[in-house]
């Protein structure tokens, strides 16, 4: 199966952590972004991963020439922004499989099963398969409309609350038959608004309702809440758990006493005796001085907080001196 990472966005919510970073390569415990969000799909489905991109094109290229990654990385360049639309026409060059292909929005962690989708997709006979995700509040989405055959009916964008007819999402992560992929607009344009609707009109749209869990890790408060669900789900090879649900990584440094919460630690980081840190994000070289208390915070990789220091939903940058 050829596999389509959407990385196309600068990753502004993220700054400072983005300014001259690839979002796709931050660590989300002991692997990439990237990673976690093609991790939905059984090894043995995919060996090839074309990536959507924009910005820190030469990063990501250094970056997956010398990994070790049981698929191949290929990157399709933007050379300015094309919309989910433009931007997945332009991976189709480098399309080499036959089928239906995987398309997975670049921010997303989330428990979908793949094969499900897949067996779901060739049961419909279906040229588009959304996986779908229920919110209780759906006026920040498009919602879409479910039928009793699974298949779907009409689309409604950030409805007002009480109007919704659906409280099911797409869940950015979708099959779509070569032939609508053949046949879409290298212009500018949202395949969820421009394609999406025209398809379901004609019965061939199915969806997929998934349980689990689902987070786009866009913001600073949902990259820390992507880690605790990693960690919650024992997503990874290295490091260990300790007090109350934090991921510690090898090779680290902490005085006692300290209190750890909510938390990820990477691998050679360093941190005071009397810390005190709840729901934080920690990258590897970082260097926390006692006593000091971190709450909600991203700190970047070979940062220093010095001692005492009292912050708060924070992202400091990397190598930053707070």
Known sequence: MD?????????TRLRPWTEGRAKPLLPVLDKTLLERVVECV????????????GYSVDEMQSFF??????????????DEPLGTGGAISKTFEYLTGDGPVLILNGDLVSSVDVNDLLAHHKEKNALVTLSLWHVDDPSRFGVCGLDGFGMITKFQEKPEPG??????????CY??????LKSLSSEKHSIERAVFPEIAKTGKMAGLEFKGYFVDAGTPSSFIEAVQVCISNKRFEIGAIHDKHTWISDKVSIDEPYQITGSSVSNNVSIGKGCEILDCVILSGAKIGEGCKLQRCLIGESSIIKEGSVISDKVIGHGEIV
Do not use: Q, W
């Open 65 to 78: 020439s010398s990994s070790d990654l049981p698929f191949e990385v290929i990157i399709s360049v933007e």
């Open 175 to 180: 099959l779509i038959e070569r032939e609508v």
């Open 163 to 172: 109007t919704e007819f659906s409280n099911l999402i797409n869940a950015g």
């Open 42 to 53: 059984p090894t043995k489905m995919v060996d090839r991963v074309i990536i959507a991109a």
């Open 3 to 11: 596999v389509v990472v959407l990385a196309g966005g600068f990753g």
